[in-house]
């Protein structure tokens, strides 16, 4: 899913209300967002029904990168009750970002 500062507060915030809601902050020129890419479209899919996966771009979405603090990307964020519960930053192997979404299920 697409986030923009427009649509962040209905899509992460109140929908991670729900349920666990991640959110990718990623910009086009950084190399490991691209390879990270991917996998979070695939772990999307897989965990479609439990939790929720975004991405918003830092470039675009200037408002959100700098309310969350965003210095170094790609930025992974867990929401959960409209708050960060969980986070990590940088290119992670598929297995670990599996277990670690598995781990707020």
Same mark, same amino acid.
């Given at each position: 899913?697409?986030?923009?500062?427009?649509n962040f507060e209905k899509e992460?915030?109140?929908?991670?209300?729900?349920?666990?809601?991640?959110?990718?902050?990623?910009?086009?020129?950084?190399?490991?967002?691209?390879?990270?890419?991917?996998?979070?479209? %695939?772990?999307? #899919?897989?965990? !479609?029904?439990?939790?929720?996966?975004?991405? *918003?771009?830092? +470039?675009?979405?200037?408002? &959100?990168?700098?309310?969350?603090?965003?210095?170094?990307?790609?930025?992974? %964020?867990?929401? #959960?009750?409209? !708050?960060?519960?969980?986070?990590?930053?940088? *290119?992670?192997? +598929?297995?670990?970002?599996? &277990?670690?979404?598995?781990?707020?299920?």
């Amino acid at each position: 899913m697409e986030l923009t500062d427009e649509n962040f507060e209905k899509e992460v915030i109140m929908a991670s209300k729900k349920m666990p809601v991640i959110v990718d902050f990623w910009a086009s020129w950084c190399g490991p967002c691209l390879m990270l890419k991917p996998i979070m479209e %695939k772990l999307e #899919k897989e965990f !479609k029904g439990k939790a929720i996966i975004g991405k *918003l771009n830092v +470039e675009d979405n200037q408002e &959100k990168a700098s309310e969350y603090s965003i210095m170094s990307i790609p930025a992974v %964020k867990m929401f #959960k009750g409209g !708050k960060v519960v969980d986070e990590f930053v940088g *290119l992670q192997p +598929e297995s670990a970002i599996k &277990k670690w979404i598995e781990s707020h299920l």
